[in-house]
């Protein structure tokens, strides 16, 4: 019977889901300030009580340890909820705005008004906190959501299911499991806004599906994000904090760093002392150590082996094909053309280019896409302000990696090819929200000079607008 019910479930096109949402979001329920912090409670009680539950989800997945399961999966949701309801009454104010002259004898507002029924796809790296914090900001403004996990981390995908389920009506919250099908059927659903975290080629396929209903559509998105150790950099820090943000996860994070560029003049004892950082976080045989994450799958597996073929492997580059087990490998002599260089890594493979210039490191960076993140190690405040001045990117850590996501005060993002639309904080309750202006004019006069029929009204207006 159940069997039954989940065939008929997937042969749905989710109409009546959709429906279901649209009336329940027409009725204002989602609307009130008591409403949302009374679902943000919710969400914050269930995910602390299945914390443990969590964690052996992601160890399934991909054998997170519960050090990153926790970092990555449930603290940053747990901080994002406390730090949204210390601040939503003040967010949702209307906020009142200046009034020109030109407007005399009258006032101007904006509203934040939630958009209504909002679709949230996510990956599965980090499948918990990708589908829970976009999510957090629907609630925060006020909206309805349908959420899409990733069906490649299948443990995940099916408690983030019974959790939304046990927490939220369904014309509230509702979790549609399923692969590129499920997802398509959505896509071709009537939303108001669409938040999308996955690839680039996906996400290209969800702003065509969008723009067939001009659904706004947020994309998070991944790329190559480069990282500078310039010859001033604190080597030893920097070479722990590249370790750290690079094989977090096996380096299946969006913002990892992707591959290094290093000072010449430097290049041989930075080279070691990450050699050695990578063995002290996860010791000198990675492959069987049990706090080291797995690649998701074998497709992904294979094309992180085939990314080993022609660089000189520095460190690492042994695999286990029984466990999806890849060792933190270092490459050196890669060339430009190489496919390690033209596509996202996002696994634990870093690739090592030196430099002489920052100029050099300038130029070759902005001959591709705009970049998810950028990293820099340096003590020297030129060469940081050269860097943030020339080359555009999300988002990114001075003397640091990956850190920059982790606060809720500034907003976490692409730009070009790496995405559209920001979150987290403030910035998901923007992203989950519209800012409807609203003028309220007097009626205790009416200023003649906007009318044609008024004599000298042009001049007038000619002296006013300029
Ligand atoms: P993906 O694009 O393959 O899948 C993401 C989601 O889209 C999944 O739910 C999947 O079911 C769905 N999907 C996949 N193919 C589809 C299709 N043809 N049509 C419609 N829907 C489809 O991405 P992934 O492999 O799950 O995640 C890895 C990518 O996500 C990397 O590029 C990474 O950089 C990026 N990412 C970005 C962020 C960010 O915050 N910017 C975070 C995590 C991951």
């Given amino acids: 019977m159940e069997d039954l019910l989940n065939v008929e479930i997937k042969q749905s096109d989710y109409s009546s889901e959709i429906s279901a949402q649209r009336k329940f979001f027409q009725s204002g329920a989602t609307k009130s300030y008591q409403f949302r912090i009374r679902q943000l409670d919710k969400l914050y009680k269930v995910i602390s009580e299945n914390e443990k539950l969590i964690l052996e989800a992601v160890k399934k997945d991909l054998n997170k340890s519960v050090f990153e399961g926790f970092f990555g999966d449930v603290a940053l949701i747990l901080h994002e909820i406390s730090f949204v309801k210390k601040h939503l009454s003040k967010w949702m104010k209307p906020e009142a705005v200046r009034t020109p002259i030109t407007h005399f004898g009258s006032s101007c507002k904006i509203f934040h008004e939630p958009y209504g029924v909002n679709l949230i796809i996510s990956p599965w790296n980090y499948p918990f906190q990708l589908s829970f914090i976009p999510l957090i900001g629907a609630i925060a403004g006020g909206n309805t959501a349908v959420v899409k ?37 959505l896509l071709n659903k009537q939303f108001d806004h669409i938040f999308f975290t996955g690839s680039v080629p996906v996400g290209k396929i969800v702003m065509e599906a969008a723009s067939k209903n001009l659904t706004p559509v947020t994309l998070e998105l991944g790329g190559k994000s480069p990282t500078i150790i310039d010859s001033s950099a604190n080597i030893k820090l ?19 760093p992707d591959y290094l ?16 950082e990578i063995i002290k976080l996860y010791t000198n045989n990675a492959l069987n150590f049990s706090d080291y994450a797995h690649i998701i799958n074998v497709r992904h597996f294979s094309r992180l082996k085939s990314l080993l073929n022609g660089p000189s492997v520095y460190f690492g580059g042994r695999t286990d094909e029984n466990t999806l087990a890849f060792e933190p490998t270092i490459l050196t002599n890669v060339s430009k053309d190489h496919p390690v260089m033209k596509e996202e890594i996002f696994g634990p493979i870093l690739p090592v280019l030196s430099f002489d210039s920052i100029e050099e490191v300038i130029a070759e960076i902005n001959k591709n896409p705009k970049p998810l993140a950028l990293y820099l190690f340096t003590e020297n405040k030129s060469v940081k302000e050269k860097i943030i001045k020339n080359i555009p990117f999300g988002g990114g850590s001075i003397n640091d ?27 998901s309750f923007k992203c989950f929200t519209h800012e409807k202006s609203v003028l309220s004019q007097t009626t205790k006069f009416d200023l003649s000079v906007r009318y044609h029929t008024t004599r000298g009204a042009l001049n007038i207006i000619r002296m006013l607008f300029k």
Avoid: M
């Fill in 261 to 276: 560029y290093v000072h010449k003049s430097i290049e041989n004892e930075f080279l070691s002392t990450l050699k050695d």
């Fill in 149 to 185: 996990p990733s069906e490649l981390s299948p443990n995940s995908s099916a408690l983030i299911a019974r959790l939304i389920k046990e927490t939220f009506s369904n014309e509230y919250v509702i979790c549609i499991e399923g692969g590129i099908e499920v997802s398509n059927a």
């Fill in 401 to 427: 990696t990956l850190f920059h996501l982790a606060t809720p005060h500034l907003p976490f993002g692409g730009v070009g090819s790496s995405g559209h639309g920001s979150y987290h904080g403030i910035h």
């Fill in 238 to 256: 920097a070479a722990r904090r590249v370790a750290w943000g690079k094989f977090f996860n096996a380096g299946q994070t969006c913002v990892a």
